[in-house]
């Protein structure tokens, strides 16, 4: 964000336009799947999970437990049975989307109830519809640009988020999904609307990953970095207020991180904590 407001302030740019919302508006989250078996539409389910999986080269029954059954399950049984033993806490490599990660120290973890809140956000997300639902906290997520107040504005440039205009999003949610949801086709929606503007290598993209190899190239260039960050941190240290991370802990999972192990979620789990750390330290 910094390099990128750098470079817009070099260029004279007073105005920058973001994608930000374009995954909530343009495309589907999937988790239809769940409302149309809720629904008792089993030909439906089978028939989509299938096209889902050809089209991202994945497993029918992972997207089927992912997207159709979980988000039916009650808010205990979506959690293994060692995190729910543990009262919330996920084991590393294993981390899930509402796990509690381990290098959270247990008077903060029980101080602030972040399992009963866990548990509470899986409940909320499992409102039919469910689709509607995700989207609903997605957008909530976005609410508030953190670039704009401490980098862009200072520089005179303003960000501009066009997908996230309340217009938009209107137009674009009520729309038939049968637009948005296209197997194979990453933002349909946008695609068919810049189809004579945009370079192939972009229309027909199928997906993209942002735990991919500059991602882990960079995690591994600058280990010694995030862990000098991970033990300067006043997040980290445990007679410090508020002491939150168990720098330990954090330090080798992030070795062990930057050595492969961990899905996207183990993953983003590690990303929000070192995020958290270095806006601590900017603002100590």
């Not at 260029?11 to 994608?19: E, S, Y």
């Not at 979506?78 to 033993?85: A, D, I, M, Y």
């Not at 972040?114 to 519809?129: C, D, K, T």
Request: aromatic share 8%; glycine share 8%; with cysteine.
């Amino acid at each position: 964000e910094t390099v990128l407001a750098e470079k817009a302030a070099e260029l004279g740019l007073n105005t920058v336009l973001t994608g930000s919302g374009a995954e909530i508006v343009a495309e589907t989250n999937h988790y239809g799947l769940a409302d149309q078996l809720r629904q008792g539409q089993w030909q439906a389910v089978l028939q989509k999970s299938q096209q889902w999986a050809i089209a991202s080269n994945q497993n029918r029954w992972r997207i089927l437990t992912e997207f159709a059954v979980k988000p039916l399950l009650p808010a205990w049984l979506r959690l293994s049975p060692r995190t729910v033993f543990h009262q919330g806490v996920g084991r590393w490599p294993q981390l899930g989307s509402y796990d509690v990660a381990p290098w959270i120290r247990p008077h903060f973890r029980r101080e602030q109830r972040l399992g009963a809140i866990n548990r509470r956000l899986m409940r909320q997300l499992s409102i039919p519809p469910i689709e509607r639902s995700l989207d609903q906290l997605a957008l909530n997520c976005l609410a508030g640009v953190w670039a704009n107040w401490y980098l862009n504005n200072p520089r005179g440039i303003h960000i501009a988020q066009p997908f996230l205009d309340p217009r938009v999003i209107q137009f674009c949610l009520a729309l038939p999904a049968a637009i948005r949801d296209q197997p194979g086709l990453k933002k349909p929606l946008m695609s068919l609307g810049f189809n004579d503007l945009l370079p192939p290598a972009i229309l027909h993209r199928k997906y993209k990953a942002n735990f991919n190899e500059p991602y882990w190239k960079g995690l591994n260039q600058n280990l010694e970095g995030l862990k000098q960050l991970v033990r300067r941190s006043p997040l980290g240290q445990a007679d410090s207020s508020p002491s939150i991370f168990d720098a330990a802990v954090l330090s080798h999972c992030l070795e062990n991180h930057a050595g492969g192990m961990g899905d996207i979620d183990s993953g983003s789990h590690l990303c929000r904590a070192l995020a958290l750390m270095a806006w601590a330290n900017t603002n100590a």
